[in-house]
């Protein structure tokens, strides 16, 4: 939150309590994703750097494709206009996220092997890194997780913990998260997990 916004908490909670609230119920039917495409607009839109980067990462967090982040941009044109998607997409480029390099979005979309059971011992993660993505993929008796290797904070590399540890500690601000379910046990965003499944023992994942 800015400094502003945190002022204006303090010397308005009231009103301010009324419009986040407003906030709240006016997007209670919007899935996860589109609300984060909405965010990442508005901030375009105001052309605000640190609120675009921080909901970027925020709609990564919640599913969202670096493609849908590029649709989205392109198809609210006639609000934006090209000047604000050029600056948008500089921004982007700065924050040098794999996933956004032109090579990672053009023609990569759909489902890649990822690994195959057998390379997966139960109750184990490893930290693989699959055509330039970096995965954390968690094995229990009953299923296969596959989440993206980045802390949503900040985007820091997430290293696999030891066999039989379920929780994940980020390095560097230590956000804490549950390898079982994605959430977050300590922080604000849970991992991304990516669509997979299971064909004949191979494990793969889209993206």
């Known amino acids: 939150m800015s400094e502003a916004l945190d002022y204006l908490l303090k010397?308005?909670?009231?009103?301010?309590?009324r419009y986040f609230a407003f906030l709240r119920e006016a997007g209670r039917h919007?899935?996860?994703?589109?609300r984060a495409l909405i965010s990442v607009i508005t901030k375009v839109h105001a052309q605000t750097e640190a609120g675009l980067r921080q909901y970027v990462r925020r709609a990564l967090a919640d599913?969202?494709?670096p493609a849908e982040v590029i649709d989205a941009?392109?198809?609210?044109?006639?609000?934006?206009?090209?000047?604000?998607?050029v600056w948008a997409i500089d921004v982007l480029l700065?924050?040098?996220?794999?996933?956004?390099?032109?090579?990672?979005?053009?023609?990569?979309?759909?489902?890649?092997?990822?690994?195959?059971?057998d390379d997966l011992a139960v109750g184990t993660a490893v930290r693989l890194d699959i055509e330039g993505k970096p995965l954390l993929v968690h094995r229990?008796?009953?299923?296969?997780?596959?989440?993206?290797?980045?802390?949503?904070?900040?985007g820091t590399f997430l290293d696999a913990p030891a066999a039989g540890v379920t929780r994940l500690v980020c390095a560097r601000h230590g956000w804490v998260f549950d390898l079982l379910d994605g959430r977050a046990i300590e922080?604000?965003?849970?991992?991304?997990?990516?669509?997979?499944?299971?064909?004949?023992?191979?494990?793969?994942?889209?993206?």
Do not use: N
């Open 187 to 207: 922080g604000d965003a849970a991992l991304r997990e990516l669509p997979h499944r299971v064909d004949m023992r191979a494990v793969l994942a889209f993206w």
């Open 11 to 17: 010397v308005r909670p009231q009103a301010m309590g």
């Open 94 to 117: 700065a924050m040098d996220l794999p996933e956004f390099r032109a090579d990672a979005i053009v023609g990569s979309t759909g489902w890649h092997t990822v690994c195959t059971l």
């Open 140 to 154: 229990t008796a009953d299923a296969v997780r596959i989440y993206d290797a980045r802390c949503p904070h900040q």
């Open 73 to 85: 941009l392109l198809m609210a044109f006639p609000a934006l206009g090209l000047t604000r998607i």
């Open 63 to 65: 599913g969202v494709r």
């Open 30 to 34: 919007l899935d996860p994703k589109t």
